[in-house]
């Protein structure tokens, strides 16, 4: 059974950090991509960032600059460093994994909230 495990979500001032983090299990094709998507009250959900197999990377440009994703292949796990949190930010952050067989996972989403 699939399983992402989400955590490291909450409230935080404007300025601070929060990291979250994913650990994927039950995965048994090889995972291309792990990332992070938002979605904040009434918008649509969108890619903040995301980390190939290979290490590249595609960040949103809201966040460049502020937001560093990083993977642990060995622990099929992905982490999404958020510093100078702004209030836009807050929304639920979803963990997404894409294998190269083409399925796709998600996690349940975790909530960051910043308030100002």
């Known amino acids: 059974q699939v399983q992402l495990v989400e955590s490291g979500g909450g409230l935080v001032q404007a300025g601070g950090s929060l990291r979250l983090s994913c650990a994927a299990s039950g995965i048994i094709f090889s995972i291309n991509v792990m990332g992070w998507y938002r979605q904040a009250p009434g918008k649509q959900r969108e890619l903040v960032a995301r980390i190939f197999s290979g290490g590249s990377t595609n960040y949103v440009d809201s966040v460049k600059g502020r937001f560093t994703i990083s993977r642990d292949n060995a622990k099929n796990t992905v982490y999404l460093q958020m510093n100078s949190l702004k209030p836009e930010d807050t929304a639920v952050y979803y963990c997404?994994?894409?294998?190269?067989?083409?399925?796709?996972?998600w996690g349940q989403g975790t909530q960051v909230t910043v308030s100002s």
């Open positions: 997404h994994v894409g294998t190269a067989r083409g399925y796709n996972y």
